[in-house]
């Protein structure tokens, strides 16, 4: 097992920015899924929620361009615009001292700001699918020099919305660009699909019984009917001190609803979901990681990846319509080996979920108890 950075074979000055951006130790993903990318072969890396995969794949990837050349060599593809502007974070810090120019092509932004940035020739392109295929389109992007394409989130990226537009982007790129998946849950229909675009990849996965993340403490609360659910909310609100709390719902007309009770109330919180620009979404992301606020009320837009250091509780106001998203959910606290609560509000007839939760997960949801306070923070 390499326990540093320093024997991953990675180049000096890509080093210099890691270190210097707080990373001390690879993590277990970063520790497997940096020698392959370093091979050049196709990777399919599934790792927990909050393990380092942003890392492994943006150190990956850094390392591997020739810096001698100014021409597209990498990109980089994640489902949400949070996500995107989060690798390109973390890309640009650790790329500190290195000469490489690193640009974000992403939607519901302006066109000619996509294009403009394209003109620099980029060497790492940071996207979101369908701003990427349009810019390829309009010939505003080659991708003949291209050696790394990554899928960040795959699971959600070749699900339904997205699966025509990567096979598109895909028939662009050349014969032999190394294709890499990352995602914390890999469903048996995404792997199978996989064999469609690429060639006898590696694969690190895990089983889904390991996929819980540890260090975070799960509970319901039955809260008998749906309109109870907010004096549920501003209850546990009264009674206990929150640092930083996510709370999801399914859909943007419960966002609204919460959104504007809680405003009433004077209470500090930011909100996003899909139909936002993206300056917006932003500035609301930024607010909430900055601390402006203490609640973010989100839809599932913002259950992946996402890293908000003081996060100590999230709030499934509604229980999510699927398994999967659940463990993308609850890992935004806990994440790398910090604690974190999760609670889960239901009705009478949700307890079955919260079982085939338990069971799909091999886990513990427990009733929330009466000294809910001695386990946040």
């Known amino acids: 097992m390499n326990n540093n950075f320093d024997d991953l074979n990675i180049n000096d000055n890509l080093l210099r920015g890691i270190y210097a951006y707080g990373f001390e130790k690879p993590s277990n993903i970063q520790t497997k899924a940096i020698p392959i990318i370093n091979t050049g072969k196709d990777l399919i890396a599934q790792s927990q929620s ?9 150190i990956g990837v850094l390392n591997n361009i020739d810096l001698e ?3 597209t060599q990498a990109i980089i593809i994640s489902p949400t615009h949070e996500l995107a502007e989060q690798t390109y974070e973390v890309m640009t810090n650790i790329s500190n001292y290195m000469d490489i120019n690193i640009k974000k092509v992403i939607g519901k932004t302006n066109v000619n700001d996509s294009k403009r940035e394209l003109e620099s020739n980029p060497q790492v392109i940071i996207a979101t699918p ?4 349009d810019m390829i389109n309009r010939k505003y992007l080659f991708t003949n020099s291209v ?12 699900s339904i919305g997205f699966m025509d537009t990567i096979y598109n982007i895909i028939k662009f790129l050349p014969q032999e660009t190394q294709i890499c998946l990352f995602s914390a849950t890999m469903p048996g229909e995404i792997l199978q699909l996989t064999d469609r675009f690429m060639n006898n990849s590696e694969k690190i996965l895990i089983d889904k019984e390991n996929l819980t993340l540890e260090g975070i403490k799960q509970f319901y609360l039955n809260c008998n009917i749906y309109k109870w659910k907010y004096d ?3 209850d546990l609100y009264e009674s206990i001190t929150i640092n930083q709390c996510i709370i999801y719902v399914n859909t943007k007309n419960i966002l609204t609803y919460l959104v504007d009770k809680l405003l009433e109330k004077n209470f500090p919180i930011s909100y996003i979901h899909g139909e936002l620009s993206s300056q917006d979404r932003k500035k609301n ?7 402006n606020t203490r609640i973010l ?4 837009l913002l259950s992946r990846g996402i890293d908000i250091q003081q996060l100590s509780l999230v709030i499934n106001f509604d229980l999510p319509k699927n398994k999967e998203t659940y463990i993308h959910r ?7 080996g910090r604690k974190g609560t999760t609670i889960n509000f239901v009705l009478n007839e949700e307890i079955n979920d919260i079982k085939d939760l338990e069971k799909f997960y091999n886990t513990t949801i427990e009733e929330m108890p009466e000294n809910i306070c001695d386990y946040i923070n």
């Open 232 to 234: 549920v909310l501003i």
């Open 130 to 133: 369908g701003r990427l295929l």
């Open 69 to 71: 050349k100014k021409e």
């Open 330 to 336: 609850i890992g935004r606290s806990g994440r790398y």
């Open 297 to 300: 009320i989100s839809t599932d």
């Open 285 to 291: 992301l930024n607010d909430f990681k900055s601390g």
């Open 147 to 158: 050696k790394q394409f990554v899928l960040d989130e795959a699971d959600e990226i070749l």
């Open 50 to 58: 909050g393990t380092g995969k942003t890392g492994a794949f943006s």
